[in-house]
Structures are given as C-alpha cells and as structure tokens.
C-alpha cells in the first residue's frame, strides 16, 4: 500500500478569460504529498487558488496539466475515496439532521437500517443525540457545521478535504469544532487517521491544527513557495497550544513567508479599474 494519500505533480490549472481571447493561469508547478493519517493545512492571500487545488484533489476540475494520483493510482474522475466539506452551509433544509447524515449513504445504496444506525452513531459522536429529528433552520451554526462533519465522515472517507469549514463560525466555536475534528480524524489501534487537505486562510488554525503547513504565493500562476512541518505536541487542544512558545515561534517564520505575499495581493485587488 502507498504511503501518500494523495500526490499532486506540477499541476497546472489554467482558463479561458471572459472574452476567450486571453489565457488565466490560476496556479503552476503545484507539486506535493498528502501521506496518509497526516492533516496539511495550505495557507495563502485570496485569489491564490486554494480551492482550486481542493477542486482539482477532489476531482471536480481536471488539470491543464500535471498528474494527480490517489492511493497510488491516477485520478481519472471523482475522487471516490474522499468526503469533501465545503465552507457554505450545504445541508438540505426540508431534512432532518438525521436525515442529510444518511443523504450520501443512500447514493450508496446502503440498506435504510444500517444508514438509520450509522447516522445515529454519528449523531453521538458528534454531540448531537437527541437533536435528530431537527431541521436546520433549528440548530445554532456550529450544530449544522456539526452535522455537516458527520454527513461527510458518515461514509468513511480515507482522505476530507475542506474549503474553510469553520470561518463563519465564531471564535469560541471554531476553537470548539477545530478540536472536535482533530479528536475524530485521529489513528486509532485498528486503523490510520484520516488525510486531511484543510484549506484556511487563518494561519493560527493552520498551525494549530497541522502536521504542515503550505504557503501558496500571490496569484495569478500561483504555487507553493514554502513547506512547513508543524511539530507540537499531540494530542493537541486547539485553544491551549497557541499558549505554546514554539507556536509562536512557528508563526513567526511562516508569517515572514506569507507576509509579502498578501501585501502583493492586497496591491492587485486595490489597483483601479478601467471601465472604459
């Protein structure tokens, strides 16, 4: 069996402009592993194509070029063993709590009792037994990031990819949920952890909760320009390790990476623009 999880190899993802004339590059020469059982976080300024790089690991978008490769085979469609956590709310409001967990167990055609069972399960695991019957309409936010967790783990995933899970959620809750997804993501004595491909453009979440951390450049034509291995103690509560000194230490030197880069960002997104 393959040690990685997912490999990227100088994947390019380019697109046609608006008037079909010119040529986006969002990102190049985007190179890296996801070992299995390992949580890598990729940080960067807005706009440099971090979702793509989601998009692409999940087989939603195909590459200019490059390769990927999960579990030691070519990615030729979707990505059938990962679960995918997107940052918008994307349960269905006329189902129950109960029921969006056993959405994507019945596209799997698992038998009505044993998706009734395993919903149930991760109703508890995730805090939430006895609040099956509700809708979302009637759950505080970070219930529905809850369930939304449980949708996605439900079917066992080996590798979760997520686009910002947490951003809309606030601090006391995201801190909450961060620790949550770190306790039920980790290797137990009968199996590996789960692959995490965690996008975010919070570096204190990066550093808090990863074995490493990316940083991607400014866009467009981005890619990563630095690969940073986060070694803090584990098992790790998100709120206490930011007490540690080597967190701070580590933030220091992925902020003097990443600092330049938002600045180039932040000068294309204030240049004016012609509408001549």
Same mark, same amino acid.
């Given at each position: 069996?393959? $040690? ?10 380019? &697109? ?5 004339? $010119? ?12 070992? @299995?059982?390992?949580?890598? +976080? ?22 200019? +070029? ?44 698992? %038998? #009505? ?82 692959? @995490?491909? &965690? ?11 990863? $074995?490493?951390?990316? @940083? ?11 690969? &940073?291995?986060?070694?803090? %103690? #584990? %098992? ?27 600045? #180039? ?6 240049? %004016?623009?012609?509408?001549?």
């Amino acid at each position: 069996m393959t $040690d990685f999880a997912l490999s990227l190899l100088d994947v390019r993802c380019s &697109f046609a402009t608006p008037e079909g004339q $010119d040529e986006y590059t969002a990102i190049k020469n985007v190179s890296f592993d996801l070992p @299995v059982g390992e949580f890598v +976080s990729i940080v960067g300024p807005t706009g440099c194509g971090k979702s793509t790089i989601l998009n692409v690991a999940a087989g939603l978008l195909y590459p200019s +070029s490059g390769s990927v490769q999960v579990l030691g085979e070519n990615l030729q469609s979707i990505n059938r063993h990962a679960g995918y956590m997107f940052q918008a709310n994307t349960l269905m409001p006329w189902r129950s709590a109960k029921e969006n967990i056993m959405l994507g167990l019945e596209y799997h055609n698992i %038998p #009505k009792e044993e998706r009734a069972s395993i919903a149930n399960e991760w109703l508890r695991k995730v805090g939430l037994h006895g609040f099956g019957d509700r809708y979302p309409h009637q759950l505080s936010g970070g219930m529905q990031k809850r369930i939304a967790l449980a949708q996605t783990l439900a079917l066992d995933p080996k590798i979760i990819l997520m686009d910002e899970p947490f951003s809309a959620l606030d601090v006391q809750t995201r801190q909450l949920m961060e620790s949550e997804l770190l306790q039920l993501c980790k290797a137990s004595s009968s199996q590996p952890g789960k692959s @995490v491909l &965690f996008i975010t453009h919070d570096l204190d979440e990066a550093i808090a909760m990863s $074995d490493r951390v990316i @940083v991607m450049s400014a866009g467009p034509a981005s890619h990563p320009i630095g690969d &940073f291995r986060i070694d803090l %103690p #584990k %098992p790790r509560d998100v709120a206490e390790i930011k007490s540690n000194p080597r967190f701070h230490e580590y933030y220091s030197h992925i902020w003097d990476v990443l600092r330049s880069e938002v600045m #180039k960002s932040y000068s294309l997104q204030m240049r %004016p623009v012609d509408y001549a």
